[in-house]
């Protein structure tokens, strides 16, 4: 078994559902673990005899498309919360879905993630935070309990795994990464398709948005840190969406020496920002924790009510005293 310490109990919960309506709701602004594990598990409770629903409060991405096929995603005004049951995947905590889902949702029914800094919000919480992705942890909850996987879900789990590990570079990289997806494969994911859709349709307006960031990229914290900035009105400059910044910040850490990489997104009257680490070790969520943030120890962000003059010079104060902090404990 994959999760053994968890799998039944998921097995246990699943029972529970036939008959019953469930939303299955990813975070805002999703991303392609969030769709993918959206659309697998609103197959798989299908088939379980639950009417699951993917309940998103922004739409799927364009290159994200091919994995969400025919399901559609209902926006949160369109359903009711009386007699729902409410589950949600790759969300660390209630506010991630978005405030137009947190209008209509009071409760979580189950939680299903592999954020550290989940906040365990949900009657029953599956956070697995040795695991790449929330599609890992379907995946092996799927597995281990024996259910029918077909090659739409298939596909959905492994365009989850495939993008969350940062195409299977990223530390969480482990064993049971690719026992699973070894399986996905036989059962009908297709690497090749995936990256394709994934990685070979770009826009121009995302490499214009691309030459925006990389032109900005400055080096602070004696090198360690490098911190490309987005200004407010880019996308009407540069045509690009707010999706094509996914992967942006990664050039950012690619560079020699670099320990951490951000982008900051200047929104007017907020500032959003997001960090990279080259190691688990930097735990970028606990910098992101203090703009009220979180994630992982080497991805992770947050949004703050701040204009981008007041928050750049105490995001570089912080980002200092982080490595200060770090540097004590290593
Ligand atoms: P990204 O930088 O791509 O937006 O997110 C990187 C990771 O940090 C993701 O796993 C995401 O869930 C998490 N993250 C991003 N923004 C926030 C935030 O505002 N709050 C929390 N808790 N996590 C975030
Ligand atoms: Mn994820």
């Not at 673990?33 to 598990?41: H, K, P, R, W």
């Not at 919480?125 to 029918?148: I, K, M, Q, R, W």
């Not at 994934?198 to 911190?227: F, H, P």
Request: proline share 4%.
């Amino acid at each position: 078994m994959f999760y053994p310490h968890a799998s039944p109990e998921f097995g246990e919960w699943v029972k529970s559902l036939p008959g019953k309506r469930v939303a299955v709701i990813g975070h805002a602004r999703p991303d392609g673990d969030c769709i993918g594990s959206q659309v697998a598990l609103a197959r798989v409770l299908r088939q379980a005899g639950a009417e699951a629903h993917c309940v998103n409060q922004d739409g799927v991405p364009r290159r994200l498309e091919f994995v969400a096929r025919d399901e559609r995603f209902l926006e949160p005004g369109e359903w009711m919360n009386d007699g729902w049951t409410a589950v949600s995947v790759d969300c660390s905590d209630a506010d991630r879905p978005g405030e137009t889902v947190k209008a209509v949702v009071s409760g979580y029914e189950a939680n299903i993630d592999h954020h550290i800094s989940n906040t365990h919000f949900a009657r029953r919480n599956f956070v697995e935070v040795s695991s790449a992705a929330t599609a890992e942890v379907l995946g092996g909850f799927f597995f281990d309990n024996g259910y029918p996987i077909d090659p739409v879900t298939a596909q959905g789990l492994y365009v989850g795994i495939a993008t969350d590990t940062g195409q299977f570079r990223f530390p969480a990289t482990s064993r049971r990464v690719f026992q699973i997806c070894g399986r996905l494969l036989e059962l009908g994911a297709d690497p090749a398709v995936a990256s394709s859709h994934l990685y070979e349709q770009e826009s121009m307006g995302k490499m214009k948005l691309l030459q925006v960031y990389l032109a900005s990229l400055r080096m602070v914290c004696d090198r360690r840190a490098c911190i490309g900035v987005l200004p407010r009105d880019v996308f009407e400059t540069t045509g690009a969406s707010f999706e094509d910044t996914e992967g942006l910040v990664d050039y950012a850490r690619s560079i020699h020496g670099v320990d951490v990489g951000a982008i900051i997104e200047d929104r007017g009257n907020e500032v959003k920002g997001s960090l990279r680490a080259k190691e688990g070790r930097f735990r970028v969520n606990d910098l992101a924790a203090r703009f009220g943030g979180g994630g992982h120890v080497c991805a992770a962000g947050f949004t703050v009510q701040m204009t981008m003059e007041t928050f750049y010079p105490r995001f570089l104060e912080e980002l200092r005293e982080h490595f200060r902090a770090v540097e004590v404990e290593n």
